[in-house]
């Protein structure tokens, strides 16, 4: 995972986009038994005192009917399900990862001394920053993002081992899941350091600056939320590396030879593209796996994910001056092409079809069948939601700024903030 940089936060969110978490049901507030949904009710109550006091109790009520949802996958009989995958695991999920002899290392993709002889390593240096001087500040900027997302692996590794039934408890478990979130992350590993090289010898960036921004990322941690049932984990995972692998690709082809030129730029990004699409597929695989076996649970925690954004794991990202840095980021990737919200949305799409979630019918609950339909309506409102921004944005006329980016030695990139 690990990704984008692009990322973006609940890009959707950002548009306003965030739903409802709830559906409309029969509420006991201040002794009152109601059936409506939050925002009605509060409509309905009228006084602002007791709307303000109806909306806290309201919310209470959500987040502990949200909590009891995702701590019900908990149960010994969920988690069995995980265990019971171990075979299945071993058999169609661990061969994705490449055997460490075939697999690519950022020596292969950037000039390395030890096979080019200290002449020939500095004539590659140059070419390489010539090259790297065609690239956009903007692109730069993204790339950055990309980059810390990507360096902050320590966030996502710990993470997955917190996950109950699939985590790795002492480090070297020998269970076939903990074998794969181990060789996931060493695959991962590699991103930010081809990455971080590269940075590092095109001389276009303050190196400095952008090591700071990864400390800071990786000491903010990120709160994952649910924090650890394996089918929030595994649905969240699934879209993070298709969100990565599209972030990734979508940078390659701007700053390739069609782009702005820089080959090895773009051949740098093709490589980690292609390992994040690797990834997908294999959390794809098992997220549909989970589908498979208990269609209502899986179908719920699509939902419960979808309702909240996929917030990139970035979302902490911080240049150590701008408060909201990570706003202005998501708008940056979203000017650049990198990331963008038709990219989320299409994530959805792809999630919606790999799942069948449109076919689901048999073994779903009443919230079962209220999540399906939620997922499967989410394009088409985050569209909507889209276009309503951008029809407010330009009746505002709103401009954009421009501020300076440490990252790249305090050069300014104008922004169109939301
Ligand atoms: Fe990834
Ligand atoms: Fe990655």
Not at 91 to 115: F, G, M, N
Not at 122 to 151: F, G, R, S, W, Y
Not at 337 to 365: F, K, M
Request: net charge neutral; aromatic share 8%.
């Amino acid at each position: 995972m690990a990704a984008t940089a692009t990322m973006g936060m609940p890009l959707a969110n950002r548009l306003g986009c965030k739903p409802n978490a709830t559906s409309p049901s029969t509420r006991t507030l201040f002794g009152i038994q109601v059936t409506m949904s939050s925002s009605r009710w509060s409509r309905a109550v009228g006084s602002s005192a007791v709307m303000a006091a109806a909306d806290v109790a309201v919310r209470r009520w959500e987040e502990k009917q949200q909590e009891e949802e995702w701590r019900s996958y908990l149960a010994p009989e969920k988690l069995e399900v995980l265990t019971q995958m171990e075979p299945w695991v071993e058999e169609h999920v661990l061969p994705l990862l490449k055997p460490v002899e075939a697999a690519w290392q950022p020596s292969d993709l950037l000039p390395d001394p030890a096979a080019l002889g200290a002449e020939g390593f500095h004539v590659a240096c140059l070419k390489l920053q010539e090259q790297a001087a065609a690239v956009p500040d903007l692109l730069l900027v993204c790339l950055v993002a990309n980059m810390v997302t990507e360096e902050a692996l320590p966030t996502y590794q710990s993470s997955l081992n917190r996950v109950e039934a699939v985590g790795d408890l002492t480090g070297a478990d020998g269970t076939a899941w903990a074998r794969w979130i181990r060789g996931w992350s060493a695959e991962e590993n590699r991103h930010g350091d081809v990455l971080n090289r590269y940075m590092y010898l095109s001389g276009r960036f303050d190196m400095r600056e952008v090591e700071r921004t990864v400390h800071r990322l990786i000491r903010s941690g990120m709160a994952v939320d649910p924090p650890c049932s394996p089918y929030h984990a595994f649905v969240y995972t699934a879209f993070q590396e298709r969100a990565t692998a599209v972030a990734h690709g979508n940078t390659a082809r701007l700053v390739g030879a069609r782009g702005h030129g820089d080959a090895v730029l773009a051949r740098v990004c093709g490589t980690v593209a292609a390992d994040e699409k690797r990834h997908e597929a294999a959390y794809t695989r098992i997220v549909s796996k989970l589908f498979e076996a208990d269609p209502d649970a899986g179908v719920r925690a699509l939902a419960y994910m979808l309702r909240r954004g996929i917030a990139m794991p970035t979302s902490p990202i911080s240049d150590g001056r701008h408060d909201d840095f990570y706003a202005c980021v998501v708008s940056l990737a979203e000017q650049a092409g990198t990331y963008t919200v038709s990219d989320y949305c299409s994530i959805v799409e792809h999630l919606i079809r790999e799942w069948r979630v449109e076919e689901l019918a048999g073994g779903l609950s009443g919230e079962g069948r209220r999540a399906r339909d939620y997922v499967c309506e989410l394009p088409q409102k985050i569209r909507r939601m889209k276009e309503k921004a951008h029809d407010r944005a330009a009746k505002a006329q709103k401009k954009s700024i421009s501020i300076p980016i440490n990252w790249i030695f305090d050069r300014h990139v104008s922004v169109m903030l939301p």
